[in-house]
């Protein structure tokens, strides 16, 4: 999996009339809990942009003041109207505990379907996943060499490898969607 370097500073007072003083200087509030203590610390706005915007994900080398933690993004929180960063949540991790983690869906093959002339439509692009911190993978991989026009892959149908599936077995995946044009020239055959 993928790593990433954030630096950060400690804070010293914690609320509202700090937690914005610090937005104000393109800082962004943070903790990081799930260890001996939780840490309240910020990091400069920019280094988060690797981190969030990406389909990704990674394991964060936090670097706070020198102390450094292995973690991953628990919750990112983002002004309703002008998107910017408010607050970001990290988890500690430690050896053998395991963690839920959202990770991206990777398709391989190529669906019949899609050759017939159909849309592959994605229903999930995340999978939940728990699994310790050397387990967690970097992405499912989701084969859709089988998946036919009008046909859809449900999250059963995928194999964990040392790894738990927490995403509901029933919810689809991936579908293979006919358009109109299909549509009325099966139609018109019959």
């Known amino acids: ?15 509202k009339k700090d937690a914005k003083a610090i937005r104000l200087e393109s800082y ?16 400069p706005a920019i280094l988060f942009r690797e981190l969030l915007y990406t389909p990704e994900v990674h394991i964060v080398d936090l670097n706070v003041e020198g102390t450094h933690y292995s973690a991953i993004v628990q919750d990112a929180q983002f002004h309703p109207v002008n998107e910017m960063l408010l607050h970001v949540d990290f988890l ?22 899609v050759l017939a002339g159909g849309k592959l439509v ?26 036919g026009l009008g046909k859809s ?10 790894y738990t599936i927490l995403t509901n077995e029933q919810a689809p995946i991936a579908t293979v969607a006919i358009p109109r044009a299909l549509k009325g020239q099966m139609s018109a055959d019959k």
């Not at 500690?92 to 379907?113: A, F, H, N, R, T």
Request: aromatic share 6%; hydrophobic share 40%; proline share 7%.
């Open 92 to 113: 500690e991790l430690q050896e053998g505990k395991e963690v839920k983690m959202d990770v991206p869906v990777k398709y391989v093959g190529v669906s019949p379907g």
């Open 153 to 162: 892959i449900k999250v059963s149908k995928v194999v964990p490898n040392n």
């Open 122 to 147: 994605s229903k999930l692009r995340k999978i939940r996943v728990r699994a310790t911190p050397e387990n967690l993978p970097e992405f499912v991989e989701v084969d859709i060499s089988e998946l």
């Open 1 to 15: 999996m993928k790593s990433l370097e954030i630096v950060g500073f400690k804070r010293a007072n914690l609320g």
């Open 28 to 43: 962004v509030p943070c903790v990081l809990y799930g260890g001996k203590e939780q840490v309240h610390f910020s990091a």
